[in-house]
C-alpha cells in the first residue's frame, strides 16, 4: 500500500502550539527582522521544515503568533500580481478587506505594547517594502515602495489602530477612492528631484 505522507514532515497541534509560542516569544523579544525560522524552530524544539508545513511561511507564522490576523501573505501575494498601473487598488482593496474582517478590539489588543508595534513595523519595512519595491522595479523602487507604505500605515493607523472618527467612518469603498490618489502618486511618481539637485536645463 502506497504511504501517501512519505516525504512530508509530520505535524500535529502540539507542534503548532509549540511553535506559535515559540515564535510570539523570539517576535516580540527581536522584533520581525532579528528572528529566524531556524530559531524559532530550535526554540520550540522540532524541524525548521514544519513551520512551512503548518504556516506556510514565517510570514504566515507571524500573524498567527502575534493574532494579527489582518496580516495574511496570501493577500499580499494576490496584491502583487496584475497590472502595474492597478497595484494601489489591490493593496488598498488587501487592506481594508483583511482589517475590516477581523474586530477593531482585536487589532488593538494585538498591538497594545511596544514590543508588538516593533514587530509589526518590522515586518513592513522587511516584507511590504521590500516586496512592493521587487515589484516596482527601477533606480526609486525603495523610495517610491516607502512612501506608499507610508500611506497605507496611515491608513491602518487612523481607520483601525487609533481611529480618527471621519476616517473610520468611512465605507471601506470611500477609503480606496479617498486614499487611492495618494497611494498611486507614491507608487508611480518617478524622478523626484533631490534637494541641491538643479534640474537640467535642454
Not at 14 to 19: N, Q, W
Not at 57 to 68: C, H, P, V, W, Y
Not at 140 to 153: I, K, M, N, P, S
Request: glycine share 10%; aromatic share 6%.
Amino acid at each position: 500500500m502506497l504511504n501517501k505522507t512519505r516525504g512530508r514532515p509530520r505535524g500535529n497541534p502540539d507542534t503548532k502550539a509549540r511553535l506559535v509560542e515559540a515564535a510570539r516569544e523570539l517576535f516580540l523579544a527581536h522584533g520581525y527582522q532579528g528572528t529566524t525560522v531556524r530559531a524559532i524552530a530550535g526554540r520550540a524544539g522540532v524541524d525548521s521544515a514544519l513551520v512551512s508545513y503548518h504556516f506556510g511561511s514565517k510570514r504566515g507564522l507571524f500573524g498567527q503568533a502575534l493574532n494579527l490576523f489582518c496580516v495574511d501573505p496570501a493577500a499580499l501575494d494576490q496584491a502583487l500580481r496584475g497590472d502595474p498601473a492597478g497595484l494601489a487598488d489591490r493593496l488598498l482593496t488587501a487592506v481594508t478587506t483583511l482589517w475590516d474582517a477581523t474586530a477593531p478590539t482585536e487589532n488593538r489588543m494585538a498591538l497594545q505594547d511596544d514590543d508588538a508595534m516593533r514587530a509589526l513595523r518590522g515586518y513592513l519595512e522587511s516584507e511590504l517594502v521590500v516586496r512592493i519595491a521587487e515589484f516596482l522595479g527601477g533606480p526609486d523602487a525603495t523610495e517610491r515602495a516607502t512612501a506608499a507604505v507610508g500611506v497605507l500605515g496611515g491608513v491602518i493607523f487612523t481607520r483601525y489602530l487609533n481611529p480618527v472618527r471621519p476616517v473610520a467612518a468611512l465605507p471601506s469603498a470611500e477609503v480606496r477612492r479617498v486614499f487611492g490618489p495618494a497611494l498611486r502618486a507614491a507608487l508611480h511618481t518617478r524622478g523626484a528631484r533631490r534637494p541641491g539637485v538643479r534640474p537640467s536645463i535642454d
